[in-house]
């Protein structure tokens, strides 16, 4: 099987190539195919722009292809950033550090904890227009200070629950077990595998 990730994010590229590791299905990138791919983020949950994405990638690839949303919600904050996690810091060309910063003063006058979740919905969709949808979540808190230089985005702050580690403290692949990406991915791998045996790709 031959995929298209719909994805332009180098930090999520690494982990959903190392959560595909093992199955036979060979990953590309729209960059690794020669296709510009922006599509933009105007859904209203992260179902639709999961479908926006992957739809998009897979009628210009005409290959089965992943997407996925996610955010991070943060109770003292009404359940922000969450759609627009990514384009949260109120600055042009914000940085991951940026966004953390940002983030962190909103929260400095609340009391904590600041419990805060994950989410992740990952759309799967082949080229006839056949979709699905799966979901993944992974529950913490932010703290003040970061801890960790694995990871990505808000992982730094991201205290798990049940773990005491943030999400930047953990090894690829403890990550990779337990991320909401990952659990996400995980629900996904009966499709593929099942796709895989009925030989449609």
């Not at 003063?105 to 992740?120: E, G, Q, V």
Request: hydrophobic share 35%; charged share 20%.
């Amino acid at each position: 099987m031959k995929i298209c990730l719909a994805t332009e994010n180098k930090g999520k590229v690494v982990e959903i190539l190392a959560l595909l590791n093992g199955l036979p299905i060979t990953v590309y990138t729209s960059r690794e195919l020669g296709i510009e791919m922006d599509v933009a983020e105007t859904g209203n949950s992260y179902r639709e722009n999961a479908y926006l994405k992957a739809s998009a990638y897979a009628v210009q690839t005409g290959l089965p292809s992943l997407g996925d949303d996610s955010g991070l919600e943060v109770a003292a904050l009404d359940g922000a950033p969450g759609l627009f996690s990514n384009r949260f810091a109120p600055i042009p060309n914000a940085t991951d550090q940026d966004r953390r910063a940002y983030l962190l003063s909103l929260l400095t006058s609340k009391p904590r904890p600041w419990t805060a979740f994950f989410t992740c919905t990952i759309c799967f969709c082949l080229p006839n227009g056949r979709h699905w949808f799966f979901n993944g979540r992974c529950d913490g808190e932010i703290i003040p200070m970061e801890r960790g230089s694995n990871g990505f985005g808000y992982d730094p702050i991201f205290l798990m629950t049940g773990l005491d580690k943030t999400m930047a403290e953990l090894p690829d692949k403890e990550k990779n077990k337990v991320s909401h990406r990952a659990r996400a991915l995980q629900n996904t791998m009966p499709l593929l595998r099942k796709l895989i045996h009925q030989g449609e790709y």
